[in-house]
Nanobody, 130 residues
Framework: QVQLVESGGESVQAGRSLQLSCTSS????????VAWFRQAPGKEREAVAA???????LFYDDSVKGRFSISRPAYNTLRLQMNNLKPEDTATYFC????????????????????????WGQGTQVTVSS
């Protein structure tokens, strides 16, 4: 496991952009799967974007597709670029890493399962007002 620390969360108006960063105590590049999740009050934690190291495959939830972009700009950094933010994007955002595959579920859905991940950050709050 690694230690993860998120940053970049703010209160912004709808239509604006934010960039979230996640800094790891170890190599993120070495992780087989990395992702961003979010959790709004009273709702379950949901995956919004993920990246598999093998082949660099990217996945996005339909609610953020075309607006959010996940990347690894440095060996120990995960980033989430969020454009055209909407009030429904308001949530606490978490980064997560998985060091090895745990589930036999197909890869195109496996990234959504919180149990696949073994390290989590503490979260950063994003609030979008209309």
């Amino acid at each position: 496991q690694v230690q993860l620390v998120e940053s970049g969360g703010e209160s912004v108006q709808a239509g604006r952009s934010l960039q979230l960063s996640c800094t790891s105590s170890g190599s993120i590049v070495a992780m087989y799967l990395v992702a961003w999740f979010r959790q709004a009050p009273g709702k379950e934690r949901e995956a919004v974007a993920a990246l598999y190291s093998n082949g660099g495959r990217l996945f996005y939830d339909d609610s953020v597709k075309g607006r959010f972009s996940i990347s690894r700009p440095a060996y120990n950094t995960l980033r989430l670029q969020m454009n055209n933010l909407k009030p429904e994007d308001t949530a606490t955002y978490f980064c997560a890493t998985a060091s090895r595959q745990k589930s036999g579920v197909p890869y195109d859905t496996r990234w959504r399962d919180p149990d696949e991940y073994d390290s989590w950050g503490q979260g950063t709050q994003v609030t979008v007002s209309s």
